[in-house]
T-cell receptor, first 116, second 115 residues
Framework: EPEVTQTPSHQVTQMGQEVILRCVPISNHLYFYWYRQILGQKVEFLVSFYNNEISEKSEIFDDQFSVERPDGSNFTLKIRSTKLEDSAMYFC??????????????FGDGTRLSIL | AQSVAQPEDQVNVAEGNPLTVKCTYSVSGNPYLFWYVQYPNRGLQFLLKYITGDNLVKGSYGFEAEFNKSQTSFHLKKPSALVSDSALYFCAVRALDTGRRALTFGSGTRLQVQP
């Protein structure tokens, strides 16, 4: 069964540094998402992306965050100047676009981001 | 605003017994409801969804969920639990009638199935 793949599985970064988290969505999916889960807390929506632009974002997704689809397969989340509170598990998800039927989001295994 | 409540942090059940994991939701308009399961060091795995139609929906691994509009609930059930069902379960919702696709998740319920 096709899967969403995320790399790296664990990223350790110094506070203030930039970090890029990478995702390869399922190949025929057209909607892409990032969520995060701070340890012991809920899974929170960050951003959704469709047709090469952000379609929706949460209050968490401020100016330090950006997303990009640099080629036909990758979807990236960049955090420009990391803060301690950015430490979390970051999940990428993707879903199909099927007219009239809303499909579920399929998630990757996540990248654990640790800010020191 | 949309929200999900999972009132139980943990549910313990003996293998072979039926299980229920509770979920209530709040959303403007018609809900689009999901259950996901998370095994250790893995992502969220889709179990089942409810959009419309029959209030009892069937999903993967023998799980099912019952939608109750009047109680705004979407409880996850399984007639006979397995030890391998032990995991973290998340209920999620989004409004069906808007262009928004962001899912709102509950805080999760840890299911522990004892042999």
């Amino acid at each position: 069964e096709p899967e969403v793949t995320q790399t790296p599985s664990h990223q350790v970064t110094q506070m203030g540094q930039e970090v890029i988290l990478r995702c390869v969505p399922i190949s025929n999916h057209l909607y892409f998402y990032w969520y995060r889960q701070i340890l012991g807390q809920k899974v929170e929506f960050l951003v959704s992306f469709y047709n090469n632009e952000i379609s929706e974002k949460s209050e968490i997704f401020d100016d330090q965050f950006s997303v990009e689809r640099p080629d036909g397969s990758n979807f990236t989340l960049k955090i420009r100047s990391t803060k301690l509170e950015d430490s979390a598990m970051y999940f990428c998800a993707s879903s199909e676009r099927v007219t009239g039927i809303t499909q579920p989001q399929h998630f990757g295994d996540g990248t654990r981001l640790s800010i020191l | 605003a949309q929200s999900v409540a999972q009132p139980e942090d943990q549910v313990n059940v003996a293998e072979g017994n039926p299980l229920t994991v509770k979920c209530t939701y709040s959303v403007s308009g018609n809900p689009y409801l999901f259950w996901y399961v998370q095994y250790p060091n893995r992502g969220l795995q889709f179990l089942l969804k409810y959009i419309t139609g029959d209030n009892l929906v069937k999903g993967s691994y023998g799980f099912e969920a019952e939608f109750n509009k009047s109680q705004t609930s979407f409880h996850l059930k399984k007639p006979s639990a397995l030890v391998s069902d032990s995991a973290l379960y998340f209920c999620a919702v989004r409004a069906l009638d808007t262009g928004r696709r962001a899912l709102t998740f509950g805080s999760g319920t840890r299911l522990q199935v004892q042999p």
